[in-house]
């Protein structure tokens, strides 16, 4: 065979394989060795030397050497790697190495990360000041473009993260219905505040907190726990709470406990649960808003709460959460109203700048029917790969949200995904780690596609994966 087409056969398997990251034998005599042929060498590992030497500091700096608890790698064993940068749908850490990277910074990265149109917009921003403690016009534009997107939204509140905006929402829902006791489910997050703080998923799953010391009992006697996808609990709990339930809150696709889908006909039976009882019904769309659909997954599914919170891809990688609903109920949101909530840095310019860009990116026409697309396509080329190899394995996903467990599905709830192998996980995460794949450092947590991601990427991620669970 000679060199060049040797070179363009090399191509062809790279197009579809994980080349990128691979070793390929090239000799000069023939062109080929015989291993570049036999379905390429196995991928060169990462070493994480500098990731080691930085994380040691960190552990005597900060506590868990983290300044949140996931990233720490508890669950999933060995020490996280330290970034240095991102772009599109690649992150590089200290080391040199390469990722493509399905944590998206937790969800913002829709686009990819460092996308140069927010970037810009940005810089822009910034020359006229990074605060201004004062109304802003940035926030009206935001404002309007989030309420013509999501159904339930008539007036928002912004804030500086989501667990601000779930604290506000529930202050709110109490306000408006002057009750006290409010349904969540297992295995859903909503922020780390007090009464949020029982059965919930995300880290306090992933490190097994049954609950968090230094929560009072009396911040949490009010707050009621249902499982997921299970609507007669949820009945039973508003039939013995005749006239008490001031809201039932939910993640209409659960992110936080891996990535569970809701039946369509529990979220429209929880919403009309609550109509009956005279209860706020919130979405909290802090992960899914603009994710799984532009209108968030109350458009998803057709379902429409009275309140829903957000943050994340609305505030295009910087600090940004919300809440929004009815403007009956919003009326009682301070200062137009006597519930109380504020914020020094809420609206900030810059972070209203890259919410209004991002927003803009993702209204064009066919986004989340491309980003669905590729969610689809590396879910079926991981669960393929898993049975092939005789390996459990349950995956789903939602617009730019997938996930998969390592358990016979389908996982309609947390005891369900509780189930999933823990260990096989995590070397399941460090292989695919060390051969250049970024996923969550948790069973516990989806994954995020964005419109950076390419199919070569995809492809790739399939073909490490084939490596790994054939060893798994
Ligand atoms: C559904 C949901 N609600 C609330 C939060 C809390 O948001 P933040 O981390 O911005 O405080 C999260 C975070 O992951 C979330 O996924």
């Known amino acids: 065979m000679k060199l060049a087409a040797a070179s363009a056969l090399i191509l062809a398997i790279c197009a579809g394989n994980a080349c990128a990251f691979s070793t390929v034998h090239l000799s000069a005599s023939n062109g080929l060795s015989s291993s570049a042929l036999h379905s390429t060498a196995a991928t060169k590992t990462y070493t994480f030397t500098k990731s080691e030497e930085i994380f040691a500091e960190a552990k005597t700096l900060m506590p868990g050497g983290v300044s949140s608890p996931v990233r720490a790698f508890k669950s999933v064993g060995g020490n996280p790697i330290v970034f240095d940068k991102v772009k599109g749908a690649y992150a590089w850490d200290v080391d040199g190495n390469k990722f493509i990277d399905y944590v998206g910074t937790w ?3 829709i686009l990819g990360h460092a996308d140069d149109d927010v970037l810009d917009a940005v810089k822009k921003t910034m020359d006229k000041g990074t605060s201004f403690g004062a ?13 013509a997107a999501v159904p339930s939204v008539e007036m928002v509140r912004f804030t500086n993260s989501g667990t601000e905006a779930c604290m506000g929402m529930i202050r709110l829902c109490r306000a408006y219905t002057g009750r006290e006791k ?5 295995g859903c997050y909503h922020g780390h505040a007090d009464a949020f703080l029982v059965q919930a998923g995300s880290g306090v799953a992933t490190l097994g907190l049954p609950d968090s010391p230094g929560v009072p009992s009396s911040a949490t006697k009010a707050t009621l726990c249902a499982e997921y996808n299970n609507l007669a609990q949820v009945k039973a709990i508003f039939e013995e709470n005749k006239d008490e339930i001031a809201a039932v809150i939910l993640e209409p696709v659960v992110g936080n406990s891996g990535f569970i ?8 039976g929880l919403r009309d649960l609550c109509t009956e009882h005279g209860a706020v019904c919130v979405f909290d769309e802090v992960m899914t808003g603009f994710r799984v659909a532009y209108g ?12 829903t919170t957000m943050g994340k891809v609305i505030g295009g990688g910087l600090p940004v959460g919300a809440y929004g609903g009815k403007k009956e109920i919003m009326a009682m949101v301070a200062p137009a109203g ?3 909530q504020a914020g020094t840095l809420s609206g900030n310019p810059l972070a209203m700048t890259a919410g209004i860009e991002t927003l803009k990116k993702l209204s064009a026409d066919g986004v989340y029917e491309e980003l669905e697309r590729k969610s689809k396509k590396l879910v079926d080329g991981i669960v393929a790969t898993a049975t092939k190899y005789g390996l459990p394995i349950s995956g789903d996903y939602a617009g730019g949200m997938f996930g998969w467990y390592f358990v016979d599905g389908p996982v309609k709830n947390f005891s369900q995904a509780a189930k999933s192998d823990s260990a096989r996980f995590g070397k399941w ?7 250049g794949v970024y996923l969550a450092p948790s069973m516990y947590e989806a994954g995020f596609m964005s419109l950076a991601h390419t199919d070569e990427d995809i492809d790739r991620t399939i073909a490490i994966a084939d490596e790994v669970m054939s060893q798994l």
């Open 107 to 109: 969800g913002p990265a």
């Open 135 to 147: 109304p802003c016009a940035l926030e009206n534009e935001l404002a309007k473009a989030v309420i």
């Open 182 to 186: 409010v349904i969540k489910f297992e």
């Open 261 to 268: 889908k809701p039946d369509k006909e529990f979220l429209q």
């Open 296 to 307: 968030g997954a109350q458009s998803y599914f057709g379902v429409t709460p009275d309140l």
């Open 338 to 340: 006597p519930m109380y």
């Open 429 to 435: 995460h460090r292989m695919m780690l060390e051969r």
